[in-house]
């Protein structure tokens, strides 16, 4: 069965810092999605970024990117210049054809950020 | 524009009640998705409709009945519920749903949820 893995339940990181979320998952499949997803405490989810397997390089949005590690099953997000907004829970999500839809959540991440 | 509306934000009920959620989209998207969250919690599909029709259904007590009256919206029907599905219900659409091939056009969007609570 397909898994998502969020190994740090909470994290924390100095404003303007950098921070690193991990995500790892199982899967038999070779062609996929992987997303993040934030949520911040007026809980809108909100697409942060997302990585299609097929696709070497890692995905970048404005302060956002990913280290996808396809072999080793790993899709980090790193968070540069952290900002006070930021402070969310991140949701780590795979999708693959043969769930039928369905996104495949980890149990999350929540990232407070200090002033 | 990748904005998913949902109404009320906020819904007090008895176990006894009769209400509805609302979500709206009207970004020409066919597929739309119900999911119920708890605290700190992942989000837990319910349902999925494609192209106005029940595609999923993931063995949801039918105390909870979906309906898609049209492309842009989706209700989720509630009657005779428990305290225990006091919880966030979360909508979300999709351009599509590809259950045969792997797209983008099946790139979640989600609303700013409803917060339920059953007395």
């Known amino acids: 069965a397909q898994t998502v893995t969020q190994s740090q339940p909470e994290m924390s990181v100095q404003e303007a810092e950098t921070v690193t979320l991990s995500c790892t998952y199982d899967t038999s499949e070779s062609d996929y999605y992987l997303f993040w997803y934030k949520q911040p405490p007026s809980r809108q989810m909100i697409l942060v970024i997302r990585q299609e397997a097929y696709k070497q390089q890692n995905a970048t949005e404005n302060r956002f990117s990913v280290n996808f590690q396809k072999a080793a099953k790993s899709f980090s997000l790193k968070i540069s210049d952290s900002q006070l907004g930021d402070a969310a829970m991140y949701f780590c999500a795979y999708r693959t054809i043969n769930q039928g839809g369905k996104l495949i959540f980890g149990q999350g991440t929540e990232l407070s950020v200090k002033p | 524009d990748t904005e998913v509306t949902q109404t009320p934000k906020h819904l007090v009920m008895g176990m006894t009640n009769k209400k509805s959620l609302k979500c709206e989209q009207h970004m020409g998207h066919r597929a739309m998705y119900w999911y119920k969250q708890k605290a700190k919690k992942p989000p837990e599909l319910m349902f999925v409709?494609?192209?106005?029709?029940?595609?999923i259904n993931e063995s949801v007590p039918s105390r909870f009945s979906p309906e898609c009256p049209n492309s842009s919206l989706l209700n989720l029907h509630l009657h005779a519920l428990q305290p225990e599905d006091s919880a966030l219900y979360l909508c979300a659409s999709s351009q599509d749903l590809a259950l045969r091939t792997l797209s983008s056009t099946d790139t979640q969007y989600f609303g700013p949820g409803t917060r339920l609570t059953v007395l």
């Open positions: 409709y494609s192209y106005e029709k029940l595609s």
